[in-house]
């Protein structure tokens, strides 16, 4: 399925045409729909299927109703929320939002862990449509009253598995009870596991099931290879395999 069938607003389908999208992944082909009426959604697919395009997308489609260039912060109040379990990965979503959004007058900040939290806190209180955050730094910034959630319509628990191995399901949980209980909330997993569907059945109403990745699957562009060495030579074929790539 081409992206121009999606009849994307102007500013949205120009972004995604200097990114060099023509036709869509099929998490994108299956998802976007979905998300567009604003339905929730509970998604399996891996890294490296272009998911983050597929809730990013129709989510700035949604939120173009919000869209203003006023100054003040009262005007740009978080609508968006997208979790996430590291900084490397909020950080790169992060990015990508902004590249789709860059010809709206939507904002995007990214908050995580590791470094200061008062540069966060300065670009928050500028107002941003769309948060990008690890579960862990949003709770310091919910604390610090840096982090307004009473306005979010949407919320994506993206690599939720992962969150869930790492232990974040408490901080999950203190999250989802600042958000409104009237809200879109989309949920993208590697596999549904017995923990996955859990969660999904405590915060999704009626959520439409995507699966376009076999449990355990590798995504296409991932490439894999076994190697059978001693135990000896471990660390000597992994600095092979290295300098090789």
């Known amino acids: 399925m081409a992206f121009a069938q999606l009849q994307l607003a102007d500013k949205l389908a ?3 045409a200097e990114m060099g999208y023509e036709r869509m992944t099929p998490i994108q082909a299956q998802a976007i729909p979905v998300v567009l009426t604003g339905q929730d959604v509970m998604g399996a ?5 272009g998911k983050t395009a597929a809730f990013t997308l129709p989510l700035l489609q949604r939120m173009l109703r919000h869209e203003n260039a006023s100054t003040s912060p009262a005007r740009h109040p978080v609508r968006a929320l997208v979790l996430l379990p590291t900084r490397e990965l909020a950080d790169q979503v ?8 860059k010809y709206t007058d939507l904002r995007c900040a990214v908050v995580f862990g590791g470094i200061d939290m008062k540069p966060q806190t300065a670009e ?10 690890t579960p862990g730094r949003l709770l310091d910034h919910i604390e610090a009253k840096s982090a307004v959630l009473n306005q979010v319509e949407y919320v994506v628990l993206d690599e939720a598995d992962r969150m869930l191995d790492i232990g ?3 901080d999950l949980q203190r999250i989802l009870s600042y958000l409104p209980k009237q809200r879109t909330t989309l949920l993208f997993s590697a596999t549904f596991s017995p923990e996955i569907k859990r969660l999904a059945g405590s915060y999704l ?9 076999r449990s355990n699957a590798t ?4 490439e894999q290879r076994f190697y059978s060495v001693g135990d000896e030579d471990k660390r000597a074929a992994l600095h092979q395999v290295l300098r090789t790539r």
């Open 14 to 16: 120009r972004a995604v």
């Open 45 to 49: 697919a891996q890294t490296g299927t």
């Open 94 to 101: 992060a990015q990508q939002v902004k590249l789709y959004a």
């Open 124 to 133: 928050l209180k500028k107002g941003v449509e769309v948060l990008v955050a």
């Open 168 to 170: 974040f399901l408490p």
């Open 205 to 213: 109403q009626n959520p439409v099931t995507i699966e376009v990745a």
């Open 219 to 222: 995504a296409p562009n991932v």
